[in-house]
């Protein structure tokens, strides 16, 4: 990563804009989506996301946040795995929000897009599944919010899916994860583990 993606996770970024055009091809879809500087894997899809992309299984029908979307590449491929799925892109950085806005345009009345820190903006969301690929630069404490406000916006039943490398504590945040959720290891692959993480009932507590 470069010195000028380096703070993808500030509200503003100060590199100046310079907007790009990156192929993706993944999970049977390909498509050509809006880049720029200042946002995270600017010049392609980053290994970590496409481990997570090629893992993620949802309902047909779910209701899914793209939890630090970026330029939006989950939800743009997912949604056209999952014709039936609808989505909310949530990111700090307004100039990810923007590029995910046209990312996902296809998508339709599918996908919402806020600037949002987390789930900030919308408190009362619950939804049947987040994505997330952590921002590790952000600090783990941030992280671990992250992961504690996807528990509290998922339906029961509802499972959070994220990927975290080995060197940038995959464990540990598995063991913090496993103090709400049901974890489970589902990839692994070239230092990175991506979890299933399943809220379960408070009914069966």
């Known amino acids: 990563m470069g010195k000028e993606d380096s703070h993808y996770y500030a509200p503003s970024p100060a590199v100046p804009s310079r907007p790009l055009?990156?192929?993706?091809?993944?999970?049977?879809?390909?498509?050509?989506?809006?880049s720029d500087a200042g946002v995270f894997s600017k010049r392609g899809l980053d290994y970590g996301t496409r481990l997570l992309l090629?893992?993620?299984q949802l309902e047909p029908d779910a209701y899914a946040v793209d939890l630090g979307c970026g330029y939006g590449v989950m939800a743009a491929v997912l949604g056209r795995v999952y014709p039936a799925s609808r989505w909310l892109l949530l990111d700090v950085n307004e100039r990810a929000v923007a590029l995910a806005r046209e990312n996902v345009r296809a998508l339709g009345?599918?996908?919402?897009?806020?600037?949002?820190?987390g789930f900030s903006a919308v408190p009362d969301t619950t939804a049947d599944a987040v994505v997330l690929n952590p921002p590790i630069r952000a600090g783990k404490?941030?992280?671990y919010r992250l992961f504690d406000e996807s528990y509290e916006h998922l339906r029961d039943g509802?499972?959070?899916?994220?990927?975290?490398h080995k060197q940038h504590g995959a464990e540990s945040a598995a063991k913090h994860l496993r103090e709400r959720f049901e974890v489970s290891r589902v990839e692994r692959d070239a230092g990175y583990h991506v979890y299933r993480c399943e809220k379960q009932s408070r009914l069966a507590h």
């Open 21 to 34: 055009s990156i192929e993706v091809r993944v999970r049977g879809v390909a498509l050509t989506l809006h």
């Open 54 to 56: 090629e893992s993620v």
């Open 109 to 117: 009345p599918r996908a919402q897009v806020l600037q949002s820190d």
């Open 141 to 143: 404490a941030t992280v």
């Open 158 to 164: 509802g499972v959070l899916w994220v990927v975290i």
